[in-house]
């Protein structure tokens, strides 16, 4: 199998603070990892692209000093919102590419709710 | 960030009946794939494609790789409760260029 996970679910936090999002691959090592936000009833758009030990290629209009993006392990990347508002209240979503594929497996989202 | 444009955007219909939904570009991609989303999760992949004109089945479900390389068609046969959902359609260059373009979706939603 090629299982994703991520942590939290979800999260609740105040304006103004910063939250960390964990994509991990549990039973494959991923060479490549994306992170996707999804707004209500909108489809999945690609925010960045991470690779392992390396900086992660940011879409266009997707900032990279407010969404910090993190891929230390061929196991792990982390997506921390910084200085979090009420429009970055989304659902964000990571895929992890197993080594030697192109497939992209998704986790199950982290719903982030700012207030 | 571009999108495809995937239809109908939503679909009512009774089960049993069958589905037919799709999804064009105004480029070419070299894969095609067809995601479904449940509420409150991530998407689940359910059909890659990988040549032009190619048909791929996966039980229920049909998909085919358009001959131009600009668009792909899912069916659902013989539909169930648990077919409702989302649909996305997602297009790849490959070739070393991994990102996933991703439809609009489709939203199925079944009349008991």
């Known amino acids: 199998g090629a299982v994703v996970s991520q942590h939290p679910s979800r999260v609740i936090c105040k304006s103004g603070t910063s939250v960390k999002i964990e994509c991990r691959s549990l039973d494959f090592q991923a060479t490549t990892m994306f992170w996707y936000r999804q707004f209500p009833k909108q489809s999945l758009m690609l925010m960045a692209t991470?690779?392992?030990?390396?900086?992660?290629?940011?879409e266009q209009g997707v900032e990279k000093d407010k969404f910090l993006i993190n891929h230390a392990s061929l196991t792990l990347s982390t997506l921390t919102v910084t200085s979090a508002h009420p429009e970055d209240s989304s659902f964000y979503i990571c895929s992890a590419e197993r080594r030697g594929e192109e497939t992209q497996y998704f986790g199950p989202g982290t719903r982030l709710l700012v207030l | 960030g571009q999108q495809l444009n995937q239809s109908p955007q939503s679909m009512f219909i009774q089960e049993g009946e069958d589905v037919s939904m799709n999804c064009t570009s105004s480029?070419?991609?070299?894969?095609w794939l067809w995601y479904k989303q449940d509420p409150g999760e991530g998407p689940v992949l359910l059909i890659a494609l990988y040549k032009a004109g190619e048909l791929t089945s996966n039980g229920r479900l049909t998909a085919q790789f358009g001959i131009t390389r600009k668009d792909s068609f899912l069916n659902i046969s013989a539909s169930i409760p648990s077919d409702v959902g989302i649909y996305f359609c997602a297009g790849q260059l490959g070739f070393g260029n991994e990102k996933l373009t991703f439809g609009t979706g489709t939203r199925l939603t079944i009349i008991p």
């Open positions: 480029s070419i991609f070299n894969t």
């Open positions: 991470s690779n392992e030990g390396s900086k992660a290629t940011y």
